[in-house]
């Protein structure tokens, strides 16, 4: 099954992966259900199946309608937390960019409903941090998950605010991985101009390129293991906006996260066994770390 | 709404996602999320630009080959439905 979800996974880009030639035993769709679902790949099953690239029986398909309705209704409830968060941030004068999930099936690729999340991320600049989770608590009931560990200490050093808002899971970030790539990023570079996207009829903003691939690389790298899903982004990133490989590995030496981007790279090209070498594909594979671990 | 030259749209600030078989639709000011089913799906599409319930019912029943009394009669509850929920306007 797992190399089932690795598959699904890859649907709609060329890889060497194929789908079964018909559909699978109940019980192994099944495990393939709950496994596309923990690894948020239930969208890329649900675009197969309607593409009838993956055989289906009726039960089957009937199945996994049930369970896509159930994300997207989530993703809805989610989505109009972002915007609710979003612009009671605005409201305050707090800059923030849409980080992760919601970001990513926006901008990244070509149906949101491809890519489904369950909770919201938000960043914010690193001192706005205590004043967003107050301006989200009183506007928003928003509630921590954790208690602050001491007066200031969000302002400080914290590096997210995990918040819920009734089933719902806001996270604010000052950082963009919660590890120590995060501490080595560049403040300016996350809010530089932003990657503007529209959802209901307004504008969000998400982090630009290449920014918002060594977010999805980072995010991967320290997955372990990683989620199917944060490779895809990955590769989704790469086939789909073609960075400029110059800017990102300028970046990434800057952030000091080169070595979990080269990971991110080659894991995803591996597990999704991507044909086709663009050259960051090419300069991961050759990338040896300097004796600072970069 | 099937009155005349009145012309129908997607409401600007509605939240949605296709499934397999459905439209699942949020609209500014529900709290929770509806499904369209059966033709609502198709409606729903059509309705990115503005179009009067006669031009919606002539496009879905020419691609179906149906009788348009037959459409007809199945789109107005749903676009009455829409109207009422706020998904879709007047445009």
């Given amino acids: 099954v797992t190399r089932l979800a690795a598959t699904v996974a890859a649907h709609g880009l060329p890889s060497r992966h194929t789908p079964p030639r018909a559909p699978l035993p109940d019980d192994e769709f099944d495990q393939l259900l709950a496994q596309c679902e923990d690894y948020r790949l239930i969208g890329f099953l649900g675009f197969a199946v309607g593409a009838a690239a993956w055989p289906a029986t009726a039960g089957?398909?009937?199945?996994?309608?049930?369970?896509?309705?159930?994300?997207?209704?989530?993703?809805?409830?989610?989505?109009?937390?972002?915007?609710?968060?979003?612009?009671?941030?605005?409201?305050?004068?707090?800059?923030?960019?849409?980080?992760?999930?919601?970001?990513?099936?926006?901008?990244?690729?070509?149906?949101?409903?491809?890519?489904?999340?369950?909770?919201?991320?938000?960043?914010?600049?690193?001192?706005?941090?205590?004043?967003?989770v107050a301006v989200l608590g009183d506007g928003l009931g928003a509630e921590r998950v954790q208690p602050e560990p001491r007066p200031g200490f969000d302002a400080r050093v914290g590096t997210a605010v995990p918040l819920r808002v009734g089933?719902?899971?806001i996270t604010l970030h000052r950082v963009v991985v919660?590890?120590?790539?995060?501490?080595?990023?560049?403040?300016?570079?996350?809010?530089?101009?932003?990657?503007?996207?529209?959802?209901?009829?307004?504008?969000?903003?998400?982090?630009?390129?290449?920014?918002?691939?060594?977010?999805?690389?980072?995010t991967a790298a320290v997955d372990r293991p990683a989620r199917r899903v944060s490779l895809r982004d990955v590769a989704q990133l790469v086939l789909r906006e073609h960075p400029n490989l110059v800017d990102v590995l300028l970046m990434a030496r800057a952030w000091r996260c080169e070595a979990a981007l080269a990971k991110a790279v080659t894991t995803a090209w591996d597990a999704l066994a991507l044909e086709g070498r663009p050259r960051i594909v090419e300069w991961a594979d050759n990338f040896a770390p300097d004796r600072l671990g970069s | 709404v099937s009155d005349g030259e009145v012309r129908f749209q997607r409401a600007?600030?509605?939240?949605?996602?296709?499934?397999?078989?459905?439209?699942?639709?949020?609209?500014?000011?529900r709290d929770e999320p509806f499904a369209l089913a059966g033709t609502g799906p198709e409606l729903w599409a059509l309705l990115t630009e503005a179009r009067t319930f006669a031009a919606a019912v002539a496009l879905l029943a020419d691609v179906?080959?149906?009788?348009?009394?037959?459409?007809?009669?199945?789109?107005?509850?749903?676009?009455?439905?829409?109207?009422?929920?706020?998904?879709?306007?007047?445009?």
């Fill in chain 1, 60 to 132: 089957q398909r009937h199945a996994l309608e049930g369970r896509i309705a159930a994300w997207s209704v989530h993703a809805l409830r989610a989505e109009r937390l972002v915007l609710r968060a979003s612009a009671l941030l605005f409201a305050e004068d707090i800059r923030s960019r849409v980080l992760e999930g919601v970001a990513l099936a926006h901008t990244a690729y070509a149906q949101p409903e491809l890519r489904v999340f369950a909770d919201v991320d938000l960043l914010v600049p690193g001192p706005d941090l205590a004043r967003a």
């Fill in chain 1, 167 to 169: 089933h719902l899971g």
């Fill in chain 1, 178 to 218: 919660e590890d120590a790539f995060g501490l080595t990023v560049q403040a300016d570079d996350l809010f530089a101009p932003p990657y503007r996207f529209p959802l209901g009829g307004y504008e969000l903003e998400a982090l630009p390129m290449p920014q918002r691939l060594l977010h999805a690389a980072s």
């Fill in chain 2, 12 to 29: 600007p600030h509605v939240l949605w996602r296709s499934t397999l078989e459905t439209v699942v639709l949020l609209p500014a000011g």
């Fill in chain 2, 64 to 91: 179906h080959g149906a009788d348009p009394e037959v459409v007809a009669r199945d789109l107005e509850p749903l676009l009455e439905r829409l109207v009422e929920q706020g998904a879709v306007v007047r445009g």
